[in-house]
């Protein structure tokens, strides 16, 4: 079965600094994942995805992530923090759920504070 | 193009009650997604349909837990009867059946239970 760790609970990082979050996965086939976000008390935000071929993909808001298959890692960056990048990320992998359909399963998260 | 919809944002119910959620999908998307998201958790899928019949309903609890979507368009989710341990967020989520589109998941804002 499919699993994603995000090891960092919780990330403070000043306004303007680089940010990086991590995240591991475990899956058996080529991995589908994503990246979404989740402002308090809002659904989830797709910020990007990777499904094949280059593997530094770009996503809304200054963000990229880079899959590295060896390490069956796709870490989140974003090389200057904004204040309202203040949020909860969410990392998932992708997995057949029946038929041509997917399912996602997501890591517990890694909240993001950002210091003025 | 309006989003995945759903409704009431917040219940709060005692315990041995039932509650009920709807969702309203993303016009012509034809797979939906129920996720529970326990606080300090990721979202962890329940049930997913596609058209009006279910896909995946394995981590769904259905001693307790039900869920429709009778034609294929919305959907409600129902607990009965509640326990303190329901205590989470709600999430609905859905996606077309096009070739790029099967991947990318839309999520609703969210309903918000708490059970005392």
């Known amino acids: 079965a499919q699993s994603v760790t995000q090891p960092d609970i919780h990330i403070t990082v000043s306004e303007g600094a680089s940010l990086e979050l991590r995240c591991n996965y475990s899956y058996g086939a080529t991995p589908y994942l994503f990246w979404y976000v989740q402002s308090p008390g809002q659904g989830l935000q797709l910020l990007l995805k990777y499904f094949s071929g280059d593997t530094l993909v770009q996503g809304i808001k200054g963000f990229e992530a880079e899959f590295k298959r060896s390490q069956s890692s796709f870490n989140l960056r974003k090389p200057s923090v904004h204040w309202s990048d203040a949020a909860e990320y969410f990392c998932a992998v992708g997995a057949r759920s029946g038929g041509s359909n997917y399912k996602l399963t997501f890591g517990k998260g890694t909240l993001l504070t950002v210091n003025p | 193009e309006a989003g995945v919809a759903q409704s009431p944002r917040y219940k709060i119910i005692e315990k041995r009650q039932s509650v009920a959620f709807w969702c309203n999908p993303i016009?012509?998307?034809?797979?939906l997604y129920w996720y529970q998201q326990i606080l300090g958790q990721g979202p962890k899928l329940l049930i997913q349909?596609?058209?009006?019949?279910?896909?995946?309903d394995s981590q769904l609890p259905k001693d307790r837990f039900s869920a429709e979507r009778l034609k294929g368009v919305d959907s409600t989710l129902k607990i009965q009867p509640a326990k303190l341990e329901d205590s989470a967020v709600y999430l609905c989520a859905s996606s077309s059946l096009t070739s790029g589109g099967r991947y990318e998941q839309y999520f609703g804002p969210g309903t918000r239970l708490t059970v005392t």
């Open positions: 016009s012509g998307h034809a797979t």
């Open positions: 349909f596609q058209n009006n019949g279910v896909v995946d």
